[in-house]
């Protein structure tokens, strides 16, 4: 079983920068896929980025090039590095990861971009 925790998230005014992390209870050597989705209220979840292994990383439309998702292996922590933030990048976003057909999440960090 593996714990998929996040922190960093909070308030920022738009047009700026934050990091969220996420740090896996045990190693993420070998992961499948490792990454970030995000829910807004009254919205179904989406991906935000994924890293898959041996592919670049994806990422939705609408974050790209203001986004970039980057892992630690050493630390078993993947990072989401979010800038040029925009209002409707506002919500939970939760880290997930894959080991073949296994997939876990962690519980989330909210995420608000407000003036």
């Known amino acids: 079983q593996v714990q998929l925790v996040e922190s960093g998230g909070g308030l920022v005014q738009p047009g700026g920068s934050l990091r969220v992390s996420c740090a896996a209870s045990g190693s993420i050597f070998g992961v499948s896929a490792m990454g970030w989705y995000r829910q807004a209220p009254g919205k179904e979840r989406e991906l935000v980025a994924l890293m898959s292994s041996g592919r670049d990383t994806n990422y939705a439309d609408s974050v790209k090039g203001r986004f970039t998702g980057f892992r630690d292996t050493a630390k078993n922590t993947i990072y989401l590095q979010m800038n040029s933030l925009k209002p409707e990048d506002t919500a939970v976003y939760y880290c997930?990861?894959?080991?073949?057909?296994?997939?876990?999440w962690g519980q989330g960090t909210q995420v608000t971009v407000s003036s």
């Open positions: 997930y990861a894959r080991w073949g057909s296994i997939k876990y």
